[in-house]
């Protein structure tokens, strides 16, 4: 079972959840922040969206669908389902359709996040399926705000902070994950996983201050970062310092703006400073921060 949004259901114990649930198979389901309201998509049915109350174990509705659903996401004003090639949008009040866009890039993994602020209603999905393109849709109006060229190959995970006014990327590559303003497109920062391998993200997430960003994948390990402060701590950054490492390391950050732009970004991207090691690896996972 794989739950596509951040905020866990806290209107009622899990337990009560999952006895609502044993009797089929679920591949989805989508917390409406902390009510009791869910949206399940079980295995034997993947075109039909259910709209359940777990409370009441109540059905509340069906909505069937032309193809397989691949993810579902919610905020107070929309609730978006993703196809492999269209996203459709519904008012969340009664659930009508108000804006269907068609003809996307193939998306057979649902890599899609709305934002949970419905004042910044921003949805985003890739732009291409070769390229790290992302488009910033506002599903509040129905009209495309941009695209951002995020990475050279294809995207594996995208995520919107609290406020929508930030989304993390990551490329299937898995060794550089950037930030970027939903406003306008502007880079804010790059935090590096590692060098030795590339892996699969499964999942990004800020913390509620947006100071944090976490992102798991089918290693043992989540890696945390710390945004925006990168270069205020690391060695060097401080005027006047007349430790021998942090000159050298002033020396080398300053011979490194006249290499090549690539060059310059690896001095430049961020490190994790904490990380949680999991029990074991290349199970699906997704993490989260509070």
Known sequence: MKRTGNRPPMGYPLPRLASSLTHEEICYFE????????????????????????????????????????????????????????????????????????????NPRGIIDLSANEENCFLAYPGANHIGEVIIYDAAIGQARMMIPAHDSPLAAIAFNNSGTKIA??????????????????????????????????????????????????????????????????????EGSSSPVQGWMEYFRRAASNLHNQVTELFSQGRSFAYVRLPCQELRNICTLT
């Open 169 to 238: 990327t990551a490329s299937e590559k898995g060794t550089v994950i950037r930030v970027f303003s939903t406003l306008d497109g502007v880079s804010l920062s790059e935090c590096r996983r590692g060098l030795k391998r590339c892996v699969s993200i499964f999942s990004l997430a800020f913390s509620p201050d947006s100071k944090y960003l976490c992102a798991s994948s089918n290693t043992e390990t989540v890696h945390i970062f710390k945004l925006g402060a990168a270069s205020e701590s690391e060695p060097g950054a401080a």
């Open 31 to 106: 917390p409406y922040f902390l009510t009791s309201l869910i949206f399940v998509v079980s295995v034997n049915r993947p075109r039909v969206l259910q709209v359940r109350n777990y409370g009441r174990n109540l059905q509340i509705r069906e909505i069937t669908f032309r193809n397989p659903i691949l993810a579902v996401k919610c905020n107070r004003k929309r609730v978006v389902v993703c196809l492999e090639e269209a996203l459709i949008i519904h008012n969340i009040s009664d659930m009508q359709v108000v804006y269907t866009v068609k003809e996307t890039a193939p």
